[in-house]
């Protein structure tokens, strides 16, 4: 029991950032969950490790409050439907949004963990 | 909304799946085997379940999905144990129908404004003694209510209405009979804000006018059908015609209760014209006028006034609000009964709460398994609590839901019986403030008795409740410290209402065996009222009372009869007592106590009052005989002290002084009566009787005792009269132990429900114990199958059982008595004749208590010492 992280505290880890990663990854252009995965964990070199627990329920969370969209459409290469999400209005601005938010953050926290470099 | 949720299912399951094959495929290509590649696959993906809660979580409305999982599975649990389901939910049904059939009498006399326009603005003003400011208050004058009518800013409206006014005949609408028609002020409903349901009500106009009248609903209805060309018609109060303009709509009540119509007082009528009138002066505040300030600018004018009679020495006016002196005057003690008695069913409801706290804790012992197996499948914590507080829930709304219905019966007993006389406005009902009061009861008593089992529960330690079998699991110490705890609180709690409800018995039972001075038994009053102008002068009254005398004491069931002008345990004071050489009395409540009432000749022997001095009255003390009086003992104790009254001479100087001194031939025994301002207690009031030739009233009762219990001589009586004067209205016939029985009818509901509350209070508390001992015997039988089969003797057990319930039900009667004593200060003023403290009450209850519970105890200590060793051994 102990062993499972409480999900409380998962969401709170990932949740701001997850949504911001996921839909900068859709602003390259519709994708499915597993290659949003895939994706965020290449491009990082394997350093985020998405969990499937945390990327599905994100992704239905973003879908509900509008920012993506889903289509289920067949994959190019392969022959069969994947659930494709895409990026919608809504989830553009909200992607400048957080990135504003993070650009923000990351300064401030640089601030004070560097405050030489600042000098 | 299902297949929506359906096919939302089914998408996720096949994005995952896609997930899981493309993972797969991914690393099958990186060189695994297919099946290594499937269960890497698999693991990457984790617990598939999870995340499919979790996201659900996400599509919203989730929770009512999963509320509707957590009820069915409750639902299941419940009908797997129909006793335990049972015992709750009539325990629920009956906690929360109590406190809400209580409520509902709460929400009327307490909470719920008055059915009026603005009736946070509406006072009345009373006039209340300096020197005794707790005295109740007394009516103010006709020209008190011209002065701040004339003189306050405080007010919006003003408007005088008494009930200090006598009954008027009516005639010309069926049979003469005597009505009661309140004088009311041209600006009383415009105050109320109310509208007739009618015609209209009283306006500027009719000042002018002759008498014009507003009907009550009930009396339009009885007296003319209802129909709607009463408005115009002309109705004959005491031979006045006073012409219909409304009728008011069926829900509009004032106080009193017996006013059938309303007279518009006029400049020509005989209130106005006697500015010393006693009115009630009732008010509509200004907008944003506080009370405190309406009432200082009414001190001031009153000092100012020139013309006052008492010129502000004695009395001054004070305001209270309007719903608060409804209750007050409907009953001084209702408002209190009625806190006392809410305060006593929560006390019910919260043992029942603690008993079903304690069952749950009970079966969470025995569920420890089940929840253990749930955890381990992933079941967070907080799911598990709210399954278990979802169970909570199912069964609190269950029972508050039988408990609606249960109060829905007690109210609508309660208004077909009407055992005791309720203010006017709201009528008691199960309305819509009181069910949101019930639903909010039914999410607290949930949350009062699910959260702590809930919570012990959830805190299973996995292993150790999974290795456990069922029967050795015992709940862990704390578990059963928790359940004793609240037993000693549910035994305190009910000894606490059992010590209430045992001294409001006794205060009832006290105050209705003392002697009132006059056996009541097959003792029968009617009210007879002579029309006053036809019976205008005293000797006319004089010789239709003697003739309607003459012929009662010739009927054969009529052993003894009389004629008074109140009724024993009636008389009230109300005035000065002068006695001729001695200064008149200063002005205060306590000189205003002599009560003046005129008796035929034979009255004190009808009644059965002894004569202890002197002689009775005679027939020859007639109108042209000198002024004789008999006086009571309590006359004598207070104004005669050591002094002989025979042959002194008194008089009442209000309200007329010029009336003859009065010789005092005779001392009779006294009759103890109502005292309206402290209905706990029978009052001795100071009385000067005088013969009825010398004073005829123009309303007397007509009392007699019949030779059986029957009321039937009254008819033969009401004949009899009627061919004397057919004009002459008879009122209600009543026996004087119905009308004693009236006057302790609030304390008598309050003993009686009260008791009510502690008798289910003390079942649900041996309920309580009995469960706690039972799983206590639970919990050893196989030690004791054990021990047994070693030689040990059954009375091991149960002494150990019948020790264990003992120490509980000693433990919750020492708490009990100190919050009974801690708590029955509050309801002194409803005790007559025994102290809060009573030691005997307060041993009484306890033993009361005490046996129940050995009972309780005794029973299960018997089953528990039929234990066969083998059984308890095959348990294993």
């Known amino acids: 029991m102990s062993s499972v992280p409480k999900k409380a505290e998962r969401i709170e880890l990932l949740q701001g950032t997850l949504d911001m990663l996921i839909l900068r990854t859709l602003l390259l252009g519709p994708s499915h969950g597993h290659q949003i995965g895939k994706h965020i964990q290449r491009t990082t070199d394997d350093l985020l490790q998405v969990q499937h627990g945390s990327l599905y329920p994100a992704l239905h969370r973003l879908e509900r409050k509008g920012w993506i969209a889903s289509k289920w459409e067949t994959a190019p290469d392969r022959n069969r439907e994947f659930k494709y999400y895409r990026l919608t209005a809504a989830g553009r601005k909200r992607l400048l949004k957080e990135e504003s938010k993070w650009k923000q953050m990351a300064r401030a926290v640089a601030q004070i963990m560097w405050p030489a470099e600042e000098g | 909304?299902?297949?929506?949720?359906?096919?939302?299912?089914?998408?996720?399951?096949?994005?995952?799946?896609?997930?899981?094959?493309?993972?797969?495929?991914?690393?099958?290509?990186?060189?695994?085997?297919?099946?290594?590649?499937?269960?890497?696959?698999?693991?990457?993906?984790?617990?598939?379940?999870?995340?499919?809660?979790?996201?659900?979580?996400?599509?919203?409305?989730?929770?009512?999905?999963?509320?509707?999982?957590?009820?069915?599975?409750?639902?299941?649990?419940?009908?797997?144990?129909?006793?335990?389901?049972t015992v709750v939910i009539l325990t629920l049904a009956l906690g929360i129908g109590a406190t809400t059939a209580m409520f509902s009498v709460v929400n009327a006399v307490l909470l719920h404004p008055l059915p009026f326009r603005n009736p946070d603005r509406l006072v009345v003003i009373w006039e209340r003694f300096i020197s005794n400011p707790n005295s109740p208050p007394v009516f103010d004058s006709y020209r008190d209510f011209e002065n701040w009518k004339s003189g306050s800013q405080s007010f919006e409206r003003l408007a005088p209405a008494?009930?200090?006014?006598?009954?008027?005949?009516?005639?010309?609408?069926?049979?003469?009979?005597?009505?009661?028609?309140?004088?009311?002020?041209?600006?009383?409903?415009?105050?109320?804000?109310?509208?007739?349901?009618?015609?209209?009500?009283?306006?500027?106009?009719?000042?002018?006018?002759?008498?014009?009248?507003?009907?009550?609903?009930?009396?339009?209805?009885?007296?003319?059908?209802?129909?709607?060309?009463?408005?115009?018609?002309?109705?004959?109060?005491?031979?006045?015609?006073?012409?219909?303009?409304?009728?008011?709509?069926?829900?509009?009540?004032?106080?009193?209760?017996?006013?059938?119509?309303?007279?518009?007082?006029?400049?020509?009528?005989?209130?106005?014209r006697d500015p010393k009138s006693a009115v009630g002066v009732f008010a509509l505040l200004k907008p944003g006028v506080s009370i405190q300030r309406a009432q200082q600018e009414v001190q001031a004018l009153y000092r100012n006034s020139p013309s006052n009679d008492m010129g502000g020495i004695h009395v001054k006016p004070a305001i209270y609000p309007l719903a608060e002196q409804f209750a007050y005057l409907t009953g001084p003690t209702l408002r209190l009964s009625v806190m006392v008695l809410f305060g006593a069913v929560s006390f019910v409801l919260l043992i029942g709460c603690l008993n079903i706290a304690n069952l749950l804790l009970g079966k969470s012992v025995a569920r420890q398994k089940e929840l253990a197996v749930r955890a381990a499948l992933g079941s967070g914590r907080a799911r598990l609590i709210r399954q278990l507080l979802t169970e909570a829930l199912l069964l609190s709304v269950t029972g508050a839901a039988l408990g609606i219905l249960l109060a829905l019966t007690a109210v609508h007993y309660f208004r077909t019986l009407n055992p005791i006389p309720m203010p006017p406005g709201n009528p008691v009902s199960v309305n819509l403030p009181v069910l949101a009061f019930t639903a909010s009861l039914a999410v607290l008593t949930a949350l009062l008795f699910g959260l702590v089992p809930a919570w012990k529960a959830s805190r299973v330690d996995l292993t150790?409740?999974?290795?456990?079998?069922?029967?050795?699991?015992?709940?862990?110490?704390?578990?059963?410290?928790?359940?004793?705890?609240?037993?000693?609180?549910?035994?305190?709690?009910?000894?606490?209402?059992?010590?209430?409800?045992?001294?409001?018995?006794?205060?009832?039972?006290?105050?209705?065996?003392?002697?009132?001075?006059?056996?009541?038994?097959?003792?029968?009053?009617?009210?007879?009222?002579?029309?006053?102008?036809?019976?205008a002068a005293?000797?006319?009254?004089?010789?239709?009372?003697?003739?309607?005398?003459?012929?009662?004491?010739?009927?054969?069931?009529?052993?003894?009869?009389?004629?008074?002008?109140?009724?024993?345990?009636?008389?009230?004071?109300?005035?000065?007592?002068?006695?001729?050489?001695?200064?008149?009395?200063?002005?205060?409540?306590?000189?205003?106590?002599?009560?003046?009432?005129?008796?035929?000749?034979?009255?004190?022997?009808?009644?059965?009052?002894?004569?202890?001095?002197?002689?009775?009255?005679?027939?020859?003390?007639?109108?042209?005989?000198?002024?004789?009086?008999?006086?009571?003992?309590?006359?004598?104790?207070?104004?005669?002290?050591?002094?002989?009254?025979?042959?002194?001479?008194?008089?009442?100087?209000?309200?007329?002084?010029?009336?003859?001194?009065?010789?005092?031939?005779?001392?009779?025994?006294?009759?103890?009566?109502?005292?309206?301002?402290?209905?706990?207690?029978?009052?001795?009031?100071?009385?000067?009787?005088r013969p009825v030739d010398q004073d005829p009233p123009s309303r007397v009762y007509l009392v007699f005792r019949a030779l059986t219990g029957s009321t039937a001589p009254a008819a033969t009586i009401q004949k009899q009269i009627a061919t004397l004067d057919n004009n002459v209205p008879i009122g209600d016939v009543q026996t004087l132990n119905e009308d004693i029985s009236r006057k302790l009818s609030y304390p008598h509901l309050r003993a009686v429900i009260l008791a009510a509350f502690a008798g289910l209070a003390l079942l649900l508390a041996a309920i309580g114990l009995y469960a706690v001992l039972s799983q206590l015997i639970a919990q050893r039988t196989r030690e004791f199958g054990v021990r047994m089969a070693l030689g040990a003797q059954r009375s091991g057990l149960l002494k150990l059982v019948i020790r264990e319930g003992m120490l509980l039900t000693f433990a919750g009667i020492a708490a009990g008595l100190i919050i009974a004593l801690s708590l029955t200060g509050l309801i002194g003023s409803l005790l007559y004749d025994v102290k809060a403290t009573d030691p005997w009450t307060l041993a009484g209850v306890s033993l009361l208590l005490a046996l129940v519970t050995l009972l309780a105890t005794y029973i299960l200590a018997r089953r528990a010492s039929r234990v066969d060793p083998m059984v308890a051994l095959k348990y294993e």
């Open chain 2, 1 to 85: 909304m299902r297949w929506w949720r359906r096919k939302h299912e089914e998408e996720l399951d096949r994005e995952l799946r896609s997930d899981l094959e493309l993972e797969a495929a991914e690393r099958a290509e990186s060189g695994l085997s297919p099946e290594e590649a499937q269960y890497a696959a698999k693991r990457a993906l984790g617990n598939a379940g999870l995340i499919r809660e979790d996201v659900r979580e996400m599509w919203g409305g989730a929770w009512l999905d999963r509320f509707r999982q957590d009820v069915s599975y409750a639902a299941r649990a419940f009908t797997r144990t129909p006793g335990f389901t």
């Open chain 2, 162 to 272: 008494t009930w200090k006014a006598e009954g008027q005949i009516l005639t010309g609408a069926g049979p003469a009979r005597e009505v009661f028609a309140m004088p009311v002020g041209v600006d009383f409903f415009s105050l109320l804000g109310v509208a007739p349901e009618l015609g209209r009500t009283f306006q500027p106009d009719d000042l002018r006018a002759g008498c014009t009248v507003v009907l009550k609903h009930s009396f339009w209805i009885d007296t003319f059908g209802g129909q709607t060309g009463v408005l115009g018609r002309h109705i004959e109060l005491n031979q006045n015609a006073c012409s219909v303009v409304g009728v008011m709509p069926p829900e509009f009540a004032f106080y009193p209760d017996a006013a059938a119509l309303w007279t518009l007082i006029t400049p020509v009528s005989d209130i106005a």
């Open chain 2, 464 to 535: 150790d409740a999974l290795r456990a079998t069922a029967h050795t699991a015992s709940g862990g110490l704390a578990a059963r410290t928790l359940r004793r705890v609240l037993v000693v609180a549910e035994v305190a709690l009910s000894l606490a209402l059992l010590v209430g409800a045992g001294l409001l018995i006794q205060s009832v039972e006290r105050l209705a065996s003392v002697p009132l001075g006059f056996p009541t038994d097959r003792m029968i009053a009617m009210p007879i009222t002579l029309p006053k102008w036809a019976y």
């Open chain 2, 538 to 689: 005293e000797n006319q009254r004089a010789r239709f009372y003697r003739a309607a005398l003459d012929r009662t004491a010739l009927l054969p069931d009529v052993a003894s009869s009389a004629f008074a002008s109140s009724l024993p345990a009636n008389h009230f004071g109300g005035s000065l007592l002068a006695i001729e050489g001695k200064p008149v009395p200063t002005l205060s409540p306590a000189a205003l106590d002599v009560g003046q009432v005129s008796v035929s000749s034979g009255y004190f022997r009808a009644l059965g009052v002894p004569i202890l001095v002197g002689r009775a009255f005679e027939d020859s003390d007639g109108e042209k005989s000198p002024a004789v009086a008999i006086v009571n003992q309590a006359l004598v104790r207070e104004y005669f002290a050591n002094e002989n009254p025979i042959g002194r001479r008194i008089k009442l100087p209000q309200p007329k002084t010029d009336r003859p001194w009065l010789t005092i031939v005779g001392v009779v025994a006294d009759e103890k009566g109502e005292d309206f301002f402290h209905p706990m207690s029978w009052k001795e009031t100071p009385a000067v009787f």
